[in-house]
């Protein structure tokens, strides 16, 4: 069992198969950003697979595959296969923007994913490409996989997922001040009308676009008054429904509508954090808010037995800080960047 310095037992592993994305959203990339590593950086899938194994044996229970965006990465879906069959695994789950969901939701879940959360920030076709910024991509290196559809290609992700039967389907919404959060109404009709669970996501500091965003910066409190204000209703908090991420969860009174927030910044959840991050290149971060991270590819490559990747997990998983620092910018580099941690 993984248990850190603290008395928390870590459960939860966020796998980034890439930080390659199709997308460069505001609070994520900055416009000079390239992410394009070497294939030779990248775990490859034995590498992957192997460390999962290991990871499932210490005690985590729930894995989420991200990115960067993940179904750029190639033979996602055989890779869903394998992990889907390691002992152990209680969960398995994927992050995505789901510009490629509609082409491989059914494949996916034949192949063992489980549940998936899509980012979705904006329901208006303007306001959401000016947060994806998907005038600032390249096509030409994304020319194989990329989708030009923007807006109509994730809300088609999103039906197909539901189709194919993964359940539930989270939408996550990153609200901004200024940006769009005029639409966090139309967000909470839009998920209720289509069955799907909303999540709102205080913008973090994570790397120098998410500081570029701290001045649209809302807290969920001010979220879940407009919401209470718009429909004259309470919002009820949901008993045991914490699962096993950081988001609170709330009913609108009288009604089936349920929504969650994530309060990284206002309301921080750091003492009930159960949760590491694997990065494609193999790193192991120990806290989002922070730059230490361990070397895992590094003892692959070196010829390392399983026991001593153990040994170096169990010694990364002690290394775990308490709480993030967000406020102190001393503990942050240029290469913390949201979309090479896995989100």
Known sequence: ??????????????????????????????????????????????ELVRLLRIFLQLGIERIRL??????????????????????????????????????????????????VNISLDSL????????????LMRPDLFAERQEQQGLPAVLAGIAAARAAGLHPVKINMVVMR???????????????????????????????????????????????????????RQLLPIAGKQGSGPARYFRLADSSAEIGVISARSRHFCDTCNRMRLTSKGSLVYCLGRSDRMDLKQLLRSGAGDEQIKESILAAVALKPQQHEFEQKEFYRPSNRMSALGG
């Not at 008395?7 to 992410?35: A, M, W």
């Not at 296969?81 to 152990?88: H, N, V």
């Not at 695994?89 to 063992?112: D, H, I, P, S, W």
């Open 1 to 46: 069992m993984l248990i850190d310095s603290f008395g928390r037992t870590i459960r939860y592993l966020r796998v980034s198969v890439t930080d390659r994305c199709n997308l460069f959203c505001n609070y994520c990339r900055l416009p000079n950003e390239t992410l394009l590593p070497n294939n030779r950086e990248l775990l490859d899938f034995d």
């Open 178 to 232: 200024g940006i769009n959060d005029t639409e966090i109404v139309d967000m909470v009709h839009y998920a209720h009308q289509h069955g799907l669970l909303l999540r709102f996501i205080e913008t973090m500091p994570v790397g120098e676009a998410g500081l570029d965003m701290a001045d649209h910066f809302i807290p969920a409190e001010e979220i879940l008054e407009q919401i209470q204000r718009h429909f004259a």
């Open 124 to 135: 208006k076709p303007q306001t959401f490409d000016a947060i994806t910024q998907r005038h």
């Open 66 to 115: 991200t990115g960067g965006e993940p179904l750029l990465r190639r033979n996602l879906v055989g890779l869903v296969q394998e992990i889907s069959r390691l002992p152990g695994l209680q969960e398995l789950a994927l992050t995505t923007n789901a510009l490629l969901l509609e082409r491989y939701a059914v494949a996916l879940r034949a192949a063992g994913l489980q549940r």
